[in-house]
């Protein structure tokens, strides 16, 4: 069975542990990793630690450039990764 393809991007990123990340850290540890592949954006600074919670659940990391630096540059990466990937849900 193909696994259903799920991308979050959360704004305020993963460089630090702080509601938004750890709602998606506590909702994700809740998904059958056999059914679906799950995968959260860092842009800019991430924290070591909070990157490493994600990958001991079975989420993938996608590192993309700071949108603080250059949005132009965050916007292609972000589109070419879901180009490439393939979502189903976003």
């Given at each position: 069975?193909?696994?259903?393809?799920?991308?979050?991007?959360?704004?305020?990123?993963?460089?630090?542990?702080?509601?938004?990340s750890t709602?998606?850290?506590?909702?994700?540890?809740?998904?059958?990793?056999?059914?679906?592949?799950?995968?959260?954006?860092?842009?800019?600074?991430?924290?070591?630690?909070?990157?490493?919670?994600?990958?001991?659940?079975?989420?993938?990391?996608?590192?993309?450039?700071?949108?603080?630096?250059?949005?132009?540059?965050?916007?292609?990466?972000?589109?070419?990764?879901?180009k490439k990937?393939?979502?189903?849900?976003?």
């Amino acid at each position: 069975m193909k696994k259903i393809k799920i991308l979050t991007i959360s704004t305020s990123g993963l460089g630090k542990k702080e509601g938004i990340s750890t709602v998606i850290l506590d909702n994700y540890a809740l998904f059958d990793k056999n059914r679906f592949q799950l995968d959260v954006v860092a842009s800019g600074e991430y924290s070591y630690q909070l990157v490493t919670e994600f990958q001991n659940i079975g989420v993938n990391i996608k590192y993309l450039p700071s949108r603080k630096i250059s949005v132009a540059k965050y916007i292609i990466a972000l589109k070419n990764l879901i180009k490439k990937e393939k979502y189903d849900a976003i």
